[in-house]
């Protein structure tokens, strides 16, 4: 079955360390994937995105993900995080020409001062 | 408008009664979705709407739920004989290709 994995539900790390959240997708292709963050009390917002072409994408907030065909992963990564990293983060992948977005479980960050 | 408005932003309802969540997406957009997201949980995704096709109801969890979408804009998701189960933030999201959605802030429904 399609599915998008989070393996961590909650990831606690300290201000300044860096930051790994795992993302795993099982679909029978090449599926556009992303990672959104959520905010308590607030909506999602797109970090970044991958459709194609170089698989290390650049997004916001000084986030970045690598796309790993071989391994079906979309790991996002942070080399120092911020205290206001603290949220929700969101794994997602559409397929193409599906236009149905599926979601991972989603990892919480807890930043230590 | 600027982003994807949903209203209203908090409802508290009794057990039993039916709901109204409405969203107002970007204009142009024309591929709309909701999910739904419970307390500790993901996304579980509800409804899409693309153009005038028809909408795909796969994620929809019991016949109390519904959902349109009028002249390809505005949506409201209904939800009818509410259960305390229902309670949950219901988000809205639209995009115009369908890749990398833009997301409403939500409906807080708490069902008493």
């Given amino acids: 079955a399609q599915s998008v994995t989070q393996p961590d539900i909650h990831i606690t ?13 099982s679909y029978g292709a090449t599926p556009y994937l992303f990672w959104y963050v959520q905010s308590p009390g607030q909506g999602l917002q797109l970090l970044l995105k991958y459709f194609s072409g170089d698989t290390l994408v650049q997004g916001i907030k000084g986030f970045e993900a690598e796309f790993k065909r071989s391994q079906s992963s979309f790991n996002l990564r942070k080399p120092s995080v911020h205290w206001s990293d603290a949220a929700e983060y969101f794994c997602a992948v559409v397929m193409y020409n599906n236009n149905d977005m599926r979601f991972g479980a989603g990892t919480r960050l807890t930043v230590k001062p | ?12 309802t009794e057990k039993g009664k039916d709901v109204e969540l409405r969203c107002d ?26 153009g005038n096709s028809a909408p795909d109801k796969s994620g929809l969890p019991s016949d109390r739920f519904s959902a349109e979408r009028t002249g390809g804009s505005v949506s409201t998701l209904t939800i009818q004989r509410t259960q305390q189960e229902d309670s949950a933030v219901y988000l809205c999201a639209s995009s115009w290709t369908g890749y990398g959605y833009t997301f409403g802030s939500g409906t807080r429904l708490t069902v008493v």
């Fill in chain 2, 1 to 12: 408008g600027a982003g994807v408005s949903q209203s209203p932003s908090n409802k508290v």
């Fill in chain 1, 13 to 25: 790390v300290s201000e300044g360390a860096s930051l790994e959240l795992r993302c795993n997708y």
């Fill in chain 2, 25 to 50: 997406p970007i204009s142009g957009h024309t591929a709309l979705y909701w999910y739904r997201q419970s307390l500790g949980q993901g996304l579980e995704f509800l409804i899409y709407f693309q």
